[in-house]
């Protein structure tokens, strides 16, 4: 199975800040890496997809980059609403496997 | 709007049984792939299963293989997930969710349901 690690586990953030998180796969994964948002007591929010592809209506701040064993998550500006717990996962292969998830919380 | 909604978790016994059902709506679901993935209390989320459109292939997460058994009624656009063998390890919210055009991702998420193992 492909494990996924992220980093950090918590990230302490000002409103406005540059926010990023890394994801790394155990073995190539080419670019099928999702990031995920999730705010307490919610379903995830799908952010992005083939490891750069902006969801639909999801807010331009939010931009992925990477491929093969090593991804990024960024937020050029982070907003009130963006503190929430990110995910990443792999679709490569099954089992699909998640990130362990970073908190992104308030300084 | 594209809906997902999920039923049938509750409070079972270790080693009982317990069937999940997740109702589509607003979106052609037989020609989606569909998941469940599952987020115990205070825990990340874990993917459990994966079944094709038309039921041509069906995956597990280890942790569930050969107990849980993922099916679909493409008739009734909905999804089921019927779980034995239960033990107090399967604690958590269960989602389904719709996996993404060419299955990158899961775009769509039911608001979850709880499902509590314990003596």
């Known amino acids: 199975d492909i494990q996924m690690t992220q980093s950090p586990s918590t990230l302490s953030a000002f409103v406005g800040d540059r926010v990023t998180i890394t994801c790394r796969a155990s073995q190539s994964i080419s670019r099928w890496l999702a990031w995920y948002q999730q705010k307490p007591g919610k379903a995830p929010k799908l952010l992005i997809y083939e490891a750069s592809s902006l969801e639909s209506g999801v807010p331009s701040r939010f931009s992925g980059s990477g491929s093969g064993t090593e991804f990024t998550l960024t937020i050029s500006s982070l907003q009130p609403d963006d503190f929430a717990t990110y995910y990443c996962?792999?679709?490569?292969?099954?089992?699909?496997?998640f990130g362990q998830g970073t908190k992104v919380e308030v300084k | 709007e594209v809906q997902l909604v999920e039923s049938g978790g509750g409070l079972v016994k270790p080693g009982g049984s317990l069937r999940l059902s997740c109702a589509a709506s607003r979106f052609t679901f037989n020609t989606y792939s569909m998941n469940w993935v599952r987020q115990a209390p205070g825990k990340g989320l874990e993917w459990v299963s994966c079944?094709?459109?038309?039921?041509?292939?069906?995956y597990y997460a280890d942790s569930v293989k050969g107990r849980f058994t993922t099916s679909r009624d493409n008739a009734k656009n909905s999804l089921f997930l019927q779980m034995n063998s239960l033990t107090v390890d399967d604690t958590a919210v269960y989602y389904c969710a719709r996996d993404r055009e060419n299955s990158h991702g899961m775009d769509v998420w039911g608001q979850g349901t709880t499902v509590t193992v314990s003596s």
């Open positions: 996962q792999q679709y490569d292969s099954y089992p699909k496997t």
């Open positions: 079944i094709g459109s038309s039921s041509n292939y069906i």
